[in-house]
């Protein structure tokens, strides 16, 4: 799509009318989208006085703000700095309660599903039921070897412990919404003030952030996305990058933790007490079997998602990164910021960044790359039209 609304698709000069009037219905639904992001930025630079954050965290120095609008459930949270003891430094926070997620109960990746889950393909619903079938092997037989006291009964706790923390981690992942960019995406402050143009994406039809990508097996643009993992059934991208750091996380412990109890009893086992018997060895090497490979894929994975942290380049970026590094002799890894750790995992207390819970982001218009046009009217409406601070705040 470009500029101009038009759309640059192929197409013969020999359609019927049917077809120009579809181009003509698509080129001022284009047209409208178009002016929708010119609006936003008028709208985001009325309420860029509330809008001014303040990176330096401290906990200790926030104060709590509420709207007392009745139409609305939004909290304000405003932090403000003690050590610089001037106004141009604080920042106003605030929390978006309103539900803009569809109530449909029905599963797929489209914006009016209520749940998300891509059910189209079928080789990701197989290979991600195969994690749950190994990962239950695994745990049924960890159990079996404690039912014939083979392991102590806490061994076979802690394992099934992190067995059922993986699984509920690989169950965030699949049905979270990766961060798919919805119609009413526009550009966030900084971008719609900053920036002319605003890249859009030809497929969806929808205003594409950086290290954004459309996914052709979800049909959907992804924010940050990394790749699509079909074990996962689902993107990874910024709204379940935490989960799916946490399962690796969890296999990766639990595939080591039972591999050190099978060398242990491999090479220090001297009585029949502790042998296993010939059913349970054959169950042992298959278990051994499945816990080398995951072993293996996680400590990769896990290398892998850190060294994109550090460079700020997910998995698709970095892979086109490198393809202008060989055509263009160019020896810079990334001009990319390092990916904060609380933009993953949230800005909650850091034991909720290792139990598979929804993170909570300080900014997530920043994080997400978009802002949408129904979250900046009702900011503006908060901000009194832009006039400053209205009346409908009250400090308590």
Excluded at 74 to 83: G, L, M, Q
Excluded at 196 to 209: D, N, Q, R
Aim: hydrophobic share 35%.
């Amino acid at each position: 799509i470009n500029g101009n609304g038009n759309d640059n698709g192929n197409g013969n000069d020999d359609d019927d009318d049917d077809d120009d009037n579809d181009k003509e219905s698509k080129k001022q639904y284009n047209r409208s989208l178009f002016q929708d992001l010119s609006a936003s930025v008028s709208i985001l630079k009325e309420v860029l006085p509330i809008k001014r954050r303040n990176r330096t965290k401290n906990r200790s120095t926030k104060s709590t703000l509420t709207l007392n609008s009745n139409d609305s459930k939004s909290k304000i949270i405003s932090a403000f700095s003690v050590d610089s003891g001037c106004d141009n430094d604080s920042a106003l926070y605030y929390e978006d309660n309103y539900n803009d997620l569809p109530w449909k109960c029905s599963f797929g990746t489209a914006e009016t599903d209520g749940i998300w889950m891509n059910n189209t393909d079928v080789s990701g619903i197989i290979m991600s039921s195969m994690v749950w079938i190994m990962i239950l092997y695994s745990g049924f037989t960890v159990t079996i070897l404690a039912q014939n006291n083979k392991l102590h009964s806490t061994v076979a706790i802690i394992y099934c412990t992190l067995c059922a923390l993986a699984l509920s981690a690989h169950a965030k992942t699949t049905f979270t919404d990766p961060g798919a960019i919805p119609q009413t995406a526009v550009p966030t402050e900084e971008d719609g003030i900053n920036r002319a143009f605003f890249p859009m994406c030809s497929v969806c039809e929808t205003y594409k952030p950086k290290h954004t990508h459309h996914c052709r097996i979800c049909n959907r643009c992804v924010s940050g996305m990394d790749h699509h993992c079909p074990w996962m059934n689902n993107c990874i991208g910024r709204g379940n990058m935490k989960h799916f750091i946490l399962f690796l996380v969890y296999v990766w412990l639990a595939s080591a933790y039972a591999l050190c109890l099978f060398a242990i009893n491999y090479f220090l086992c001297n009585s029949d007490e502790c042998a296993f018997p010939q059913v349970l060895v054959q169950l042992v090497r298959i278990m051994t079997f499945l816990c080398i490979g995951a072993f293996v894929f996680t400590s990769n994975m896990i290398m892998t998602v850190l060294w994109g942290m550090v460079t700020g380049l997910g998995t698709i970026d970095r892979m086109k990164r490198e393809e202008q590094v060989n055509s263009n002799n160019d020896t810079t890894i990334s001009n990319e910021p390092p990916i904060p750790w609380e933009d993953i995992f949230g800005t909650q207390h850091y034991y909720s960044w290792f139990l598979p819970i929804d993170p909570m982001f300080d900014d997530y218009d920043r994080i997400m790359g978009y802002s949408t046009l129904p979250r900046l009217r009702r900011e503006k409406k908060m901000n009194g039209n832009g006039n400053g601070q209205s009346n409908n705040f009250s400090s308590f």
